[in-house]
């Protein structure tokens, strides 16, 4: 049995709790319940965003497909968020101009921060700024309904500057 007080700035509540179970994992509906939670999360970022990366001097135009998919995590199949960044202003955006990333929900108290980390390529060799970029844009829903991030863009060369992106719907 577990038993103590909970406190913020007071007494905020008393806890007592006692196991009902040696299993590790929880029950079936329990872990439904938890992968319903995240999808219904999720897909509040979800989308295609568009913007600039506003480099002082030389700016260019980039999207950002934030997407669904799923991962194995601790021996569960779980829904996690990632991403698709092009460089709009390549010849070819669709390779060289683009980065696959990998894509973290943080609560910074109660704004949503997406930390998106880029996905080396060929086991991390080639192009050197790809597995290198970071972007950690703050999340808003706009009084028309679109949604935007707004961040600071970093790749391999250092920090690039601001890239402002807004939900296509």
Not at 47 to 74: H, S, T
Not at 97 to 125: F, H, N, Q, S, W
Not at 151 to 157: A, I, K, L, S
Request: net charge neutral; charged share 30%.
């Amino acid at each position: 049995m577990l038993t103590g007080d909970v406190f913020t700035t007071g007494l905020w509540a008393t806890l007592n709790m006692t196991r009902e179970s040696e299993a590790v994992t929880a029950p079936d509906s329990e872990l439904a319940l938890y992968r319903a939670r995240l999808l219904r999360t999720y897909r509040k970022f979800e989308g295609l965003y568009r913007g600039r990366v506003e480099k002082p001097g030389a700016p260019w135009p980039v999207d950002l497909n934030v997407y669904l998919d799923e991962a194995v995590i601790d021996g569960m199949r779980l829904p996690i968020l990632r991403g698709r960044y092009r460089r709009l202003d390549n010849d070819d955006p669709d390779s060289i101009g683009a980065v696959d990333m990998l894509v973290e929900l943080v609560y910074d108290g109660c704004k949503p921060e997406l930390i998106m980390t880029g996905i080396p390529r060929d086991g991390g060799k080639g192009n050197p700024g790809f597995g290198r970029m970071r972007y950690a844009p703050m999340f808003e829903v706009m009084p028309n309904g679109r949604r935007r991030l707004t961040g600071e863009m970093t790749d391999h060369r250092g920090l690039q500057g601001p890239m402002n992106l807004e939900s296509e719907r």
